[in-house]
T-cell receptor
Framework: DADVTQTPRNRITKTGKRIMLECSQTKGHDRMYWYRQDPGLGLRLIYYSFDVKDINKGEISDGYSVSRQAQAKFSLSLESAIPNQTALYFC????????????????FGPGTRLLVL | GQNIDQPTEMTATEGAIVQINCTYQTSGFNGLFWYQQHAGEAPTFLSYNVLDGLEEKGRFSSFLSRSKGYSYLLLKELQMKDSASYLCAVNYSGYALNFGKGTSLLVTP
């Protein structure tokens, strides 16, 4: 079973619609992240959460919102989807830095491919 | 932002060695990661460097020079399955990972 799952895996929606992408993890990690990936632009951070009560904006949060419903669940919402939000979206998880030397490794879900028409 | 630069594309021959470079801004540096990503799939962790020097893991090695803001990923005995994008990512103090745009590696027969 996958440790980090994302639903849906693929989604087509229309401009102006509200949609939610969901992420669940069984790794027991405190930290969760949402990224989007566009060709030629790499992975860009949308939002991140270091625990259930902590939500932080990333590099490109405009047009997005998130909800951390539990340690294991972190959802990304597009309130009113627009075509330039067409991208591949990844959720990732990590624990706070540990080990010697300190290291915080992120583990990625399989991604959600979103097309906004 | 913290610019992370790596070449866009590289091509190498099966069985050869290839080095993928990454440069980054040094202020607030707290560790550097390399991830591999096959087309349409999730990035997977390859290596981590926080101290200067070379970390070897099988066919893959990663090098770091903190003073120069420089890292490279070395892939030996290239195989066709190594064709993928390689992402350099830096952890800066108190923040999540910053990713470079990735290097697309094509391994040819």
């Amino acid at each position: 079973d996958a440790d980090v799952t994302q639903t849906p895996r693929n989604r087509i929606t229309k401009t102006g619609k509200r949609i939610m992408l969901e992420c669940s993890q069984t790794k027991g990690h405190d930290r969760m992240y949402w990224y989007r990936q566009d060709p030629g632009l790499g992975l860009r951070l949308i939002y991140y959460s270091f625990d259930v009560k902590d939500i932080n904006k990333g590099e490109i949060s405009d047009g997005y919102s998130v909800s951390r419903q539990a340690q294991a669940k972190f959802s990304l919402s597009l309130e009113s989807a627009i075509p330039n939000q067409t991208a591949l979206y990844f959720c990732a998880t990590s624990d706070p830095p540990s080990g010697l030397p300190l290291r915080e490794t992120q583990y990625f879900g399989p991604g959600t491919r979103l097309l906004v028409l | 932002g913290q610019n992370i630069d790596q070449p866009t594309e590289m091509t190498a021959t099966e069985g050869a060695i290839v080095q993928i470079n990454c440069t980054y801004q040094t202020s607030g540096f707290n560790g550097l990661f390399w991830y591999q990503q096959h087309a349409g799939e999730a990035p997977t962790f390859l290596s981590y460097n926080v101290l200067d020097g070379l970390e070897e893991k099988g066919r893959f090695s990663s090098f770091l020079s903190r003073s120069k803001g420089y890292s490279y990923l070395l892939l030996k005995e290239l195989q066709m399955k190594d064709s993928a994008s390689y992402l350099c990512a830096v952890n800066y103090s108190g923040y999540a990972l910053n990713f470079g745009k990735g290097t697309s590696l094509l391994v040819t027969p």
